[in-house]
Protein backbone atom coordinates (compact mmCIF):
# COMPACT_ATOMS: atom_id res chain seq x y z
CA UNK A 1 0.00 0.00 0.00
CA UNK A 2 1.35 3.20 -1.07
CA UNK A 3 1.58 6.26 1.39
CA UNK A 4 -1.00 8.19 -0.49
CA UNK A 5 -3.00 5.32 -0.33
CA UNK A 6 -2.61 5.34 3.28
CA UNK A 7 -2.81 8.74 3.85
CA UNK A 8 -6.70 8.48 2.01
CA UNK A 9 -7.53 5.95 4.21
CA UNK A 10 -6.69 7.27 7.82
CA UNK A 11 -7.68 10.81 6.08
CA UNK A 12 -4.20 12.46 7.21
CA UNK A 13 -1.52 13.67 4.82
CA UNK A 14 1.57 11.68 2.72
CA UNK A 15 4.39 13.40 5.49
CA UNK A 16 2.25 12.20 8.56
CA UNK A 17 2.41 8.65 7.42
CA UNK A 18 6.22 9.39 6.47
CA UNK A 19 6.43 10.81 10.03
CA UNK A 20 4.87 7.64 11.44
CA UNK A 21 7.09 4.94 8.92
CA UNK A 22 10.34 6.92 9.94
CA UNK A 23 8.78 6.99 14.06
CA UNK A 24 9.15 11.05 14.24
CA UNK A 25 5.36 10.75 15.64
CA UNK A 26 3.26 8.22 17.17
CA UNK A 27 -0.51 7.83 15.55
CA UNK A 28 -3.12 8.74 18.50
CA UNK A 29 -5.26 5.58 19.75
CA UNK A 30 -8.27 6.34 16.97
CA UNK A 31 -5.82 6.57 14.38
CA UNK A 32 -3.85 3.23 15.68
CA UNK A 33 -7.34 1.50 15.90
CA UNK A 34 -7.78 2.04 12.09
CA UNK A 35 -4.61 0.84 11.19
CA UNK A 36 -4.91 -2.02 13.02
CA UNK A 37 -8.64 -2.29 11.42
CA UNK A 38 -7.08 -2.00 7.91
CA UNK A 39 -4.49 -4.61 8.72
CA UNK A 40 -7.44 -6.84 10.35
CA UNK A 41 -4.58 -7.51 13.53
CA UNK A 42 -5.35 -5.83 16.95
CA UNK A 43 -3.88 -2.52 18.48
CA UNK A 44 -2.01 -4.88 20.72
CA UNK A 45 -0.28 -6.71 18.17
CA UNK A 46 0.88 -3.34 16.62
CA UNK A 47 2.08 -2.43 19.65
CA UNK A 48 3.98 -6.01 20.38
CA UNK A 49 2.01 -7.17 23.36
CA UNK A 50 1.24 -10.08 21.86
CA UNK A 51 2.81 -12.56 18.95
CA UNK A 52 -0.56 -14.63 18.29
CA UNK A 53 -2.45 -12.05 15.85
CA UNK A 54 -4.17 -14.67 14.42
CA UNK A 55 -6.07 -15.79 17.57
CA UNK A 56 -7.74 -12.68 17.95
CA UNK A 57 -8.69 -12.87 13.49
CA UNK A 58 -10.59 -16.29 14.31
CA UNK A 59 -14.07 -15.41 14.35
CA UNK A 60 -15.84 -18.24 16.27
CA UNK A 61 -12.87 -17.73 19.52
CA UNK A 62 -14.05 -14.05 19.36
CA UNK A 63 -17.51 -15.44 18.91
CA UNK A 64 -16.64 -17.58 22.30
CA UNK A 65 -15.20 -15.18 24.68
CA UNK A 66 -17.95 -12.20 23.87
CA UNK A 67 -20.29 -14.81 24.92
CA UNK A 68 -18.03 -15.70 27.97
CA UNK A 69 -17.86 -12.19 28.51
CA UNK A 70 -21.42 -11.97 29.01
CA UNK A 71 -22.13 -14.32 31.38
CA UNK A 72 -22.66 -13.43 35.14
CA UNK A 73 -19.56 -14.04 37.38
CA UNK A 74 -20.67 -16.47 38.99
CA UNK A 75 -21.24 -18.88 35.49
CA UNK A 76 -18.13 -17.39 33.91
CA UNK A 77 -16.16 -18.69 36.66
CA UNK A 78 -17.19 -21.91 36.72
CA UNK A 79 -16.64 -22.26 32.97
CA UNK A 80 -13.01 -20.67 33.35
CA UNK A 81 -12.08 -23.53 36.18
CA UNK A 82 -13.20 -26.17 33.63
CA UNK A 83 -11.38 -24.88 30.98
CA UNK A 84 -8.45 -24.35 33.43
CA UNK A 85 -8.41 -28.20 34.35
CA UNK A 86 -8.73 -29.54 30.51
CA UNK A 87 -5.73 -27.38 29.64
CA UNK A 88 -3.56 -28.35 32.78
CA UNK A 89 -4.38 -31.98 31.48
CA UNK A 90 -3.35 -31.40 28.15
CA UNK A 91 -0.30 -29.98 29.46
CA UNK A 92 0.31 -32.96 31.27
CA UNK A 93 -0.55 -35.27 29.10
CA UNK A 94 1.78 -33.79 26.63
CA UNK A 95 4.75 -33.67 28.99
CA UNK A 96 3.97 -37.42 29.84
CA UNK A 97 4.12 -38.04 25.96
CA UNK A 98 8.18 -36.77 25.96
Do not use: C, W
Request: glycine letters at 6%.
Amino acid sequence: MTQDEQAKLLNTSISVIGRYERDEMIPGIEVAKKIAGFLNTTVGYLLGETDKADLFKDPVMLQRLAELDNMQSEDKNHILHVLDGFIKSVKLKNIAAL
